[in-house]
């Protein structure tokens, strides 16, 4: 268990829907990252957030945003959802976002969109 | 100039044998380079790191061999375990920004 907790673990949509996907980091962690993690495009950064503020930004798409809040949990919106949304959504933590930073993975949302 | 290319795509190797996993990378400013194991239906976790600094970094029977003038850098399982079998991939970043993750390898060590 890496300490970071993704809710929900699956969900099921249809197209042009929104969906909200939750992350909490591992305690004292303020560097919250996103990944999208698809069979054909592999993991993808989407973007990252350090103690509140967008710290760099990745293959995020404009339908999609993220933030991060005052008690440090971050939320990764997705909405006009297509079917090749369809993927596995990961969030990871670490402590200060630094160059060296070892990087902890949740366990992952299954996004299915229909 | 952001890619990062891994291969091979898959392996089989028998128990006790050594597994070898290649990354290649063009973008000079990278300066971190994470290897990550995966199992099936759990997020990727760190397995071990290096600088481009440093041509080589042990830890237990993994071992990380990096080639800063070829840019490419390999990870090698000694001793392979069936416990071993998972999807490993190599990544990349920049100032612990903008991570760029290989396509993976899905390594299986027989019995």
């Known amino acids: 268990d890496s300490g970071v907790t993704q809710t929900p673990k699956h969900l099921i949509t249809a197209t042009g829907q929104r969906v909200t996907l939750r992350c909490s980091p591992r305690s004292g962690d303020l560097s919250v990252y996103w990944y999208q993690q698809s069979l054909d495009q592999g993991l993808q950064f989407l973007i990252q957030y350090y103690n509140g503020e967008e710290r760099a930004k990745g293959n995020i798409l404009e339908r999609f945003s993220a933030q991060q809040f005052p008690d440090l949990h971050s939320e990764l919106n997705l909405s006009s959802l297509e079917l090749g949304d369809s993927a596995l959504y990961f969030c990871?933590?670490?402590?200060?976002?630094?160059?060296?930073?070892?990087?902890?993975f949740g366990p992952g949302t299954r996004l299915t969109v229909l | 100039q952001q890619q990062v290319k891994q291969s091979p795509q898959s392996l089989i190797v028998q128990k006790g044998g050594i597994s070898i996993i290649n990354c290649a990378y063009e973008n000079t400013a990278f300066d971190y380079f994470p290897w990550y194991q995966q199992f099936p239906g759990k997020g990727p976790a760190l397995l071990i790191a290096i600088r481009p600094d440093v041509s080589e970094k042990k830890e237990g029977r993994f071992t990380i061999s990096f080639n800063k003038s070829a840019k490419q850098f390999s990870l090698h399982i000694m001793d392979s375990q069936p416990g071993d079998s998972a999807t490993y991939f190599c990544?990349?970043?920049?100032?612990?920004?903008?991570?760029?993750f290989g396509p993976g390898t899905r390594l299986s060590v027989l019995p």
């Open positions: 990544a990349a970043s920049m100032h612990g920004q903008n991570f760029v």
């Open positions: 990871a933590s670490s402590v200060a976002g630094g160059r060296q930073d070892t990087q902890y």
